[in-house]
């Protein structure tokens, strides 16, 4: 089977524009999972998609938002950058919501914003 | 904290040498995970270990977890050039968060 999926790789924004990262799951898996990850404030949790519907929620400010579609791929969407938002984003998929499945980890976007 | 800790912050062994991290955390659990990350990739799973569990093993990876110490080590026997990355613990319960990692160097 195919990995998760994350697309663009590399990014470069300027502050104020918004930005959006695509993660495609392991076929099967309908779970997805967000993750920042900067030197300063470690792995931090986003959110959790399963069947469309957002299921959990990290601290996070309203600028990140994410969706989820039929097919599983799911997005993550940052408004307004902030040169905070630098980071690795991960997405990880697992097979069902809940549970402490285990999760498995795309390669990530590095979201670089000056 | 919700998160799992992990201690050290970085070890530096060399081959052959065992290599033990822990992972202390401060609420109730269903399960601990363990994740290995090389050089700001996507992290790879390597073990879970349910709350009702003391100890499992998978090829030279030995987790134990004691819930009423709410700690838990990961021991990597015989390491390897190769075992070089960070390595994270992950505590579940009703979402995954994430420790700030063991930076693991094992010098060939």
């Known amino acids: 089977k195919a990995g998760v999926t994350q697309t663009p790789r590399y990014l470069i924004k300027t502050r104020g524009q918004q930005v959006t990262l695509s993660c495609s799951p392991i076929?099967?898996?309908?779970?997805v999972s967000w993750y920042q990850q900067t030197p300063g404030q470690g792995l931090q949790f986003l959110f959790e998609?399963?069947?469309?519907?957002?299921?959990n929620k990290g601290n996070f400010p309203g600028r990140f938002s994410g969706r989820q579609f039929s097919n599983s791929r799911s997005e993550m969407n940052v408004s307004t950058l902030e040169l905070g938002d630098s980071a690795l984003y991960l997405c990880?998929?697992?097979?069902?919501?809940?549970?402490?499945?285990?999760?498995?980890f795309g390669p990530g976007t590095r979201l670089l914003v000056l | 904290s919700q998160q799992g800790e992990e201690d050290p912050q970085a070890l530096s062994i060399q081959e052959g040498e065992n290599a033990t991290m822990n992972c202390s955390y401060k609420?109730?659990?269903?399960?601990l995970q363990w994740y290995r990350q090389n050089s700001g990739r996507g992290l790879v799973h390597l073990i879970l270990?349910?709350?009702?569990?003391r100890e499992k093993h998978s090829g030279r990876l030995r987790v134990t977890l004691d819930t009423s110490k709410k700690s838990s080590s990961l021991l990597i026997t015989a390491s390897r050039a190769a075992d070089t990355a960070s390595y994270f613990c992950?505590?579940?319960?009703?979402?995954?968060?994430f420790g700030a990692g063991t930076r693991l160097t094992v010098k060939p």
């Open positions: 990880a998929s697992s097979l069902w919501q809940g549970a402490g499945e285990t999760q498995y």
């Open positions: 076929s099967g898996h309908r779970s």
């Open positions: 998609y399963f069947s469309e519907t957002q299921r």
């Open positions: 609420t109730s659990i269903n399960n």
């Open positions: 270990i349910r709350s009702n569990e």
């Open positions: 992950a505590i579940y319960n009703n979402d995954m968060r």
